[in-house]
Nanobody, 112 residues
Framework: QVQLVESGGGLVQAGGSLRLSCAAS????????MGWYRQAPGTQRDLVAF???????LFHDSVRDRFTIFRDHTQKTVSLRMNSLKPEDTAIYYC??????WGQGTQVTVSS
């Protein structure tokens, strides 16, 4: 079954940290770029971070110095480490396997 399953969302105070994980199954993980997107109510879904097969990374300007993305080819997981969280980071975060499948999303809420 082709799917991505996210975990790790939750409620955190401003300045805190969270780690999101995405477990992939049924996809050619070792040859697929992976990304994390987020969508707040009333807004479009935006790319937060991307990691290529070889480990090249891209970040949205608003998270560049606070978030880290990494992947484990053995476990077929991609994770997003989020530090110094701000209320404006509040959104549903989605894992994406480029051109293949989306995860169901996980809620991140940052209180001020």
């Amino acid at each position: 079954q082709v799917q991505l399953v996210e975990s790790g969302g939750g409620l955190v105070q401003a300045g805190g940290s969270l780690r999101l994980s995405c477990a992939a199954s049924g996809i050619p993980f070792s040859s697929t770029g992976m990304g994390w997107y987020r969508q707040a109510p009333g807004t479009q879904r935006d790319l937060v971070a991307f990691i290529s097969v070889g480990g090249f990374t891209l970040f949205h300007d608003s998270v560049r110095d606070r978030f880290t993305i990494f992947r484990d080819h053995t476990q077929k997981t991609v994770s997003l480490r989020m530090n110094s969280l701000k209320p404006e980071d509040t959104a549903i975060y989605y894992c994406n396997a480029v051109y293949i499948v989306w995860g169901q999303g996980t809620q991140v809420t940052v209180s001020s």
